[in-house]
């Protein structure tokens, strides 16, 4: 008689439930701005990676439209067989453009690009340095890629340079990988010490710009242009589904490296290429990203109004150490995040819970956009406010 062999999902289920890890995904019955209708219900939107508001802006849809009505919907194929169009190709030319780099890869997703870039660069006899808190695409890369793993504690650049003195003589290449926004934090990687500590040990470093791209710099470029580094020998990484509004992602470097990778990457050789619309949609969103600063310099107001808001108005708050435009107000526990989440949704807010595993303690999570008001960051102090005062 056989067993069930799909048992142990109801059992790994209920640790979930227990744990109070469970999610899913919630509907938006809205256009995704910072109002939404979410579940039936309005609320302000403190969840959104569209930093720039550019989503639903009528220059991307319009870009997007003429173009699927010339070319078709989907590309058809991988970019090396029938899946590759001009578009494609201008829209690498204007992200090395933006990012000052000799070229650039589009990828049909940022998780895709950091999965390819990765494991092209390093294998078996190679050693890959990571900050404890990368993103998942980056610490799922280093797997992939079959080099040695190993942690350095958060932004800590004695432990990256005490792990290179101990570890790195004992392989070929070495890789250091980090987020330069935290996804889950908003601080900034020290990428100043980071590239000295690379240079002294011989190591390549790959940057992911997933939320700095379009948000930080003078010209929008990323974090990269923020710290005056543009220029330097790294490999960025970047996403075209954030402040970009689109989807997709990219890898910028040199000529050589994404001739390389073009042969090579695994996640852009074997899948299908971006599609039309995203990619005339990326295209759109590079070019008001180059020719209105104004948004992201409302974009940075925002940040900087909430901030002065908290300070004033509930002093007693002590949010995690943030660079960006992601705030984290930490909770004890995950039942805290969930119940402090419940209260805003019924004060007309949206900001996520985020708890283990995605994070290691958990938090509320507040993104700003360039398309949120005064009154909007208002009622969240003022929601924020309400929740704290009932503890
Ligand atoms: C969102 C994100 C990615 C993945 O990008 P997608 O285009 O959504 O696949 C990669 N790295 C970081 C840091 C991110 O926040």
Not at 130 to 143: C, R
Not at 145 to 163: F, G, V
Not at 245 to 271: C, D, H, M, W
Not at 352 to 377: C, F, G, N
């Amino acid at each position: 008689m056989s067993e069930n062999p799909y048992l142990w999902i109801e059992k790994s289920l209920s640790t979930i439930h227990q744990a109070r890890w469970y999610r899913y995904p919630r509907t938006i019955e809205s256009v995704s701005g910072a109002e939404i209708l979410i579940e039936g219900r309005l609320a302000i939107n403190f969840g959104s990676n569209d930093y720039l508001g550019l989503s639903n802006s009528d220059r991307l849809k319009e870009a997007a439209t003429i173009a699927i009505h010339k070319l078709g919907v989907g590309s058809t194929g991988s970019r090396l067989l029938t899946g590759h169009r001009e578009l494609h190709r201008q829209l690498e030319l204007e992200l090395a453009a933006l990012k000052q780099t000799e070229d650039a890869l589009v990828f049909s997703s940022g998780y895709l690009a950091n999965l390819g870039a990765i494991a092209s660069v390093v294998g078996k006899r190679d050693l890959i340095l990571g900050d404890e808190y990368n993103h998942s695409s980056l610490k799922n890369g280093a797997i992939f890629s079959q080099a040695t793993p190993i942690d350095y504690q958060h932004c800590n650049l004695a432990d990256l340079s005490r792990k290179l003195e101990q570890n790195r003589c004992h392989y070929r290449r070495c890789l250091i990988v980090t987020d330069t926004v935290f996804s889950m934090d908003g601080d900034l990687c020290p990428l100043p010490g980071i590239l000295e500590l690379a240079s002294a040990f011989n190591c390549m470093v790959l940057v992911d710009e997933a939320h700095a791209t379009g948000v930080f710099g003078a010209n929008g470029a990323g974090a990269v242009e923020h710290f005056g580094l543009t220029g330097s020998p790294l490999i960025q990484v970047g996403t075209l589904s954030k402040a970009l509004g689109s989807l997709g992602g990219y890898v910028a470097a040199s000529k050589q490296l994404i001739e390389f990778l073009t042969n090579r990457a695994p996640t852009f050789v074997y899948t299908t290429g971006i599609s039309i619309a995203d990619t005339a949609a990326a295209l759109a969103a590079i070019e008001i990203v180059r020719q209105e600063p104004e948004r992201r310099q409302q974009l940075w107001q925002n940040v900087r109004y909430l901030q002065e808001l908290i300070c004033q108005e509930i002093p007693t708050i002590e949010l995690l150490p943030s660079a960006s435009p992601i705030i984290c107000i930490p909770l004890e526990n995950p039942e805290r995040a969930l119940a402090a989440a419940q209260k805003l949704r019924d004060e007309g807010i949206f900001a996520p819970a985020i708890r283990p595993p995605t994070v290691p303690t958990s938090r509320l999570r507040v993104s700003l956009m360039a398309t949120h008001e005064k009154q909007h960051l208002e009622a969240l102090v003022g929601a924020l406010r309400k929740i704290t005062d009932n503890k």
